[in-house]
């Protein structure tokens, strides 16, 4: 039997190689791109509504929102108004992602207790070099936390993507529920789920660089 | 010259219905250790937030070396004090070194003198310097961290020093070695020093006068010996009665 999934798996590779580089490939540039522009987003949306409390409560509860509807259910919808292909997927990736980040930033920037702004405020330090040297940093790992959620959700969920015609490792899954191909089924899942690990453990790595006093 | 000179200062917060301080006038010469002793709510961090501007007073003038606060910008008034709290305040995600920079940064001097004072500065708060520089906040006991507060509102030798319960979380051995540090720091530097505290015992040990609030209000502001000798008002002497009740006990048990 295990001789057997070897020989298959094996047997994949060797003839779908380029394919299959090409997916994985697919899958991290949408997921890359998504996440780039959902934190620019989060973070930026986060920064223009910081010093206004009630569009902050309006946004986060509107987020708050966003997150119950499943993935794939935005994907289907997406499909009258933006058609198939990337785009759509992109859209609602990042529609996915914007969430946790938008929220965490928020929350991280009013973590520094009230003791260490009174300090800062009460040395001569600016409102503006409050926000940049103290709440700004001390907002980071918090921040970090957050596009690490979202990222790990969009890889897993740009599996679903290749349902609307973007492409990426869930080609393979698809593929293999329409054939009943229970190898493509293994492959494709656990490359994803070893994308979304090593997704996990970069972004832990950033955490150790960009908070050191942790 | 004086270098702390509050007229008529009245603060009232905000959807209260009373004044937190209450008309205050009184003097301090430059050079002075003031330590501000009183039950808890009587106004002494109000009074001294206003020192620095964190709070602007309703009604008074407050003057500072013949000027006006009103008139400065308090970014500019907040760089020439110095202010030590009890939750001590430190940048976490700073090292300690950065920490006690913060003040010469801020005035942009240039990195090797930056280095050179917080050296001085960590030697005379008794931290030594290879061991601790680089570390953060959260790898140093609370009295430490409190010396570092207190190194880094000495940065770069502020005229005037507000302290607000600056070794109230520190047990009682350290918080008598941070005493001597401080009254030693005093006597080499001239500072005005501005100290609030609940320990009577502190407060008398290290105030050249005292400075005791009750409801808002001064109700006696004299020399330590004075004030012990004659209390006068009745807050005043349940005060000094309860230390004396203290040592009482102590001797009791002693014997
Ligand atoms: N930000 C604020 N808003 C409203 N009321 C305040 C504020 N800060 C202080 N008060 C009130 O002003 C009065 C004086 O407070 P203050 O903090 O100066 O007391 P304190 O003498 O420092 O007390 P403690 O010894 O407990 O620190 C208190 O009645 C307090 O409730
Ligand atoms: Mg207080």
């Known amino acids: 039997m295990n001789g057997k999934w070897m020989e298959v798996i ?10 299959y580089l090409e997916m994985v490939s697919t899958h991290i540039k949408i997921s890359l791109i998504a996440l780039l522009i959902a934190t620019v987003i989060g973070i930026g949306g986060a920064l223009l509504v910081s010093g206004n409390e009630r569009a902050q409560k309006i946004l986060s509860a509107v987020f708050q929102t966003f997150r119950v509807v499943p993935s794939l259910a935005v994907l289907i919808l997406l499909i009258p108004i933006m058609g198939t292909g990337i785009m759509p997927a992109l859209f609602a990736l990042t529609l996915l992602a914007v969430p946790p980040i938008f ?12 003791f260490t702004i009174e300090t800062a405020v009460g040395m001569g330090m600016t409102k503006r070099g409050t926000f940049w040297k103290v709440k700004w940093p001390l907002a980071r790992p918090m921040i970090l936390a957050g596009v690490k959620t979202a990222a790990i959700e969009i890889v897993a969920s740009a599996t679903l993507a290749a349902k609307i015609g973007a492409g990426g490792l869930g080609e393979i899954i698809f593929t293999g529920l329409g054939l009943y191909r229970m190898d493509l089924i293994l492959i494709g899942a656990v490359s994803v789920a070893t994308l979304s690990l090593m997704t996990g453990l970069i972004l832990d790595g950033a955490d150790k660089l960009l908070v050191p006093w942790k | ?12 917060f905000p959807k209260t219905n009373y004044k937190a301080v209450k008309s205050v006038s009184f003097e301090i010469e430059e050079g002075e250790l003031v330590t501000i002793l009183g039950s808890s709510g009587c106004g002494k961090t109000t009074l001294l937030k206003m020192v620095n501007r964190l709070y602007d007073p309703d009604e ?37 070194e950065d920490n006690i920079s913060t003040v ?12 050179e004072r917080c050296r001085n500065l960590m030697e005379l708060v008794g931290l030594d310097y290879e061991k601790f520089h680089k570390r953060y906040p959260h790898e140093l006991s609370g009295g430490q961290q409190q010396r570092v507060g207190l190194a880094r509102a000495l940065a770069v030798n502020p005229k005037i020093m507000l302290m607000d319960e600056p070794f109230g979380a520190i047990d009682a051995i350290n918080r008598l070695n941070l005493q001597d540090e401080l009254k030693k720091i005093h006597r080499e ?6 100290f609030v505290t609940h ?5 008398f040990k290290l105030g050249n ?9 001064i109700c006696r502001f004299d020399t330590p010996q004075n004030v012990i000798r004659q209390p006068g008002d009745a807050f005043t002497q349940s005060l000094v009665q309860s230390a004396m009740d203290q040592e009482k006990f102590w001797r009791e048990y002693r014997d």
């Open chain 2, 199 to 203: 320990d009577i015992n502190e407060a």
């Open chain 1, 10 to 19: 094996t047997e994949y590779f060797r003839t779908n190689k380029d394919l």
């Open chain 2, 189 to 194: 530097t001239n500072q005005t020093i501005l």
């Open chain 2, 60 to 96: 008074g003038d407050i003057v500072l070396f013949g000027e006006n606060i009103r008139d400065v910008d308090p970014v500019v008034v907040r760089r020439r004090i110095g202010y030590v709290i009890q939750q001590s305040g430190l940048f976490p995600h700073m090292t300690i």
């Open chain 1, 103 to 114: 929220m965490n930033t928020i929350s991280g920037l009013t973590s520094a207790s009230p």
């Open chain 2, 1 to 12: 010259m004086n270098a702390i000179t509050f007229t008529n200062v009245s603060k009232q």
């Open chain 2, 209 to 217: 006068r005292v400075m005791i609030m009750n409801e808002g209000k």
């Open chain 2, 104 to 115: 010469p940064k801020l005035l942009k001097w240039d990195r090797k003198k930056q280095q």
